[in-house]
């Protein structure tokens, strides 16, 4: 089998030019109104299931106050689980530290509060409850550790993380309803 000389191989031929795009045309943007779009209706379907089963309608409380026994309510939550949590770790490591775990413990209680914190404000008809309750807890746990960290580990945090959680809430409440538009 006979080779080729190199001159008589086919060699690839160069890329043809391409053909010059024609220039795209400017168009100007449109400004279209921004679309509003209805708010939810503040009745949610486990507070209509909760009243099927029976369970009493909520208080006609007004919705500064309900976010302030909310925040009291999961303040003693997060103490009560807090508590639970430093004696599970004691029994278990031999020291009130979790480590690693302490900080998964932290941010389970931490979004059970969220959880409770928004079904509460749901159940008592107050606008934005999600968003409360996490602006009121996030809120309290800043303030618990900046300044009130040693008192919160003694017996003092069962009256302590229950009275900033309702501040906070209602702090939260407050902020919400005056940057949110509507009337409440």
Do not use: K, N
């Not at 921004?34 to 209509?48: I, K, N």
């Amino acid at each position: 089998m006979a080779v080729a000389p190199a001159t008589q191989r086919s060699r690839p031929s160069p890329p043809s030019p391409s053909p010059a795009r024609p220039s795209r045309p400017s168009f100007s943007r449109p400004s279209f109104p921004r679309p509003s779009f209805p708010r939810p209706a503040l009745s949610r379907p486990s507070v209509d299931r909760l009243r099927q089963i029976g369970v009493p309608p909520a208080p006609a409380l007004p919705a500064p106050a309900a976010s302030t026994v909310t925040g009291a309510v999961v303040g003693l939550l997060v103490t009560a689980l807090a508590a639970l949590a430093l004696a599970i770790f004691s029994a278990v490591r031999g020291t009130a530290t979790g480590g690693g775990w302490g900080l998964l413990a932290l941010a389970a209680i931490l979004t059970l509060a969220v959880v409770v914190g928004t079904r509460l404000l749901a159940y008592a008809r107050v606008r934005e409850a999600g968003t409360t309750s996490l602006v009121g807890v996030l809120l309290a746990v800043i303030l618990v550790l900046a300044a009130l960290i040693d008192p919160v580990y003694t017996g003092w945090a069962w009256l302590i993380v229950p009275a900033v959680g309702a501040a906070a809430c209602l702090v939260a409440h407050l902020l919400i309803v005056a940057l949110t538009p509507g009337d409440d």
